[in-house]
């Protein structure tokens, strides 16, 4: 069965540095684009990022270009999100989500790891 | 950017209809896809490209899409259903972008 497993979320200055990581079974892996999408407490669902099964292609919201990278190890079948100069309104929960079979749903999401940036 | 507006709240009696609606201009062009999300717990999608169904998820899900408004329907509704539900669209003008709808709380009275 697929699964999904995020980690690396805690608490973080404004201005630093975080990378969470999210790690995948029970499918394969390398031939399935992967998503990020957060939540702010208490608010709704908001897409962060994409990348392509392969890597190549690489989007963003506009709130986060710049700042966070997605990258990813199709040889440890694991996802990626580097977060640089984390901003309070990026306090949220992060979950990673599988690409679905049209390409344009998530089929899959991990369980979220919680994000809070607070002096 | 694309913007989907959902009704903040929804309430059905247990074994009556619930819709849901999801309005942006064209959205009848669109696939659209719904989630359900419980508190404290990740989305599940409940309905894909606008009517289909994955995998486990029961018939009382139902969905459809014309012109400016997509729509979710719970047939026969349960206490289980209660919940958060959440349309969502690929935007592929311009730059890939993936919108969610605002949300809509449904409660099983």
């Known amino acids: 069965q697929v699964q999904l497993v995020e980690s690396g979320g805690g608490v973080v200055q404004p201005g630093r540095s975080l990378r969470l990581s999210c790690a995948a079974s029970?499918?394969?892996?390398?031939?399935?684009?992967m998503h990020w999408v957060r939540q702010a407490p208490g608010k709704g669902l908001e897409w962060v990022s994409v990348?392509?099964?392969?890597?190549?292609?690489?989007y963003y919201v506009d709130s986060v270009r710049g700042r966070f990278t997605v990258s990813r190890d199709n040889s440890k079948n694991t996802l990626y999100l580097q977060m640089n100069s984390l901003r309070a309104e990026d306090t949220a929960v992060y979950y990673c989500?599988?690409?679905?079979?049209?390409?344009?749903?998530?089929?899959?999401w991990g369980q979220g790891t919680l994000v809070t940036v607070s002096s | 950017s694309y913007v989907l507006t959902q009704p903040p709240s929804v309430s059905v009696a247990p074994g009556q209809t619930a819709r849901i609606t999801c309005g942006a201009n064209?959205?009848?062009?669109?696939?659209v896809h719904w989630y359900q999300q419980k508190p404290g717990q990740a989305p599940v999608l409940v309905v894909y490209?606008?009517?289909d169904r994955p995998s486990g998820i029961p018939e009382r899900f139902s969905g459809s899409n014309s012109g400016n408004t997509a729509t979710l329907t719970i047939s026969r509704a349960e206490a289980g259903d209660e919940a958060d539900y959440y349309c969502?669209?690929?935007?592929?003008?311009?730059?890939?972008?993936?919108?969610f709808g605002t949300g809509t709380k449904v409660t099983v009275l």
């Open positions: 989500a599988k690409e679905g079979p049209s390409g344009g749903e998530f089929d899959f």
């Open positions: 064209n959205i009848g062009i669109k696939s």
């Open positions: 969502q669209v690929w935007d592929n003008s311009g730059d890939q972008s993936f919108v």
């Open positions: 990348i392509s099964y392969d890597g190549s292609n690489k």
């Open positions: 029970g499918f394969t892996f390398s031939s399935y684009g």
């Open positions: 490209d606008d009517g």
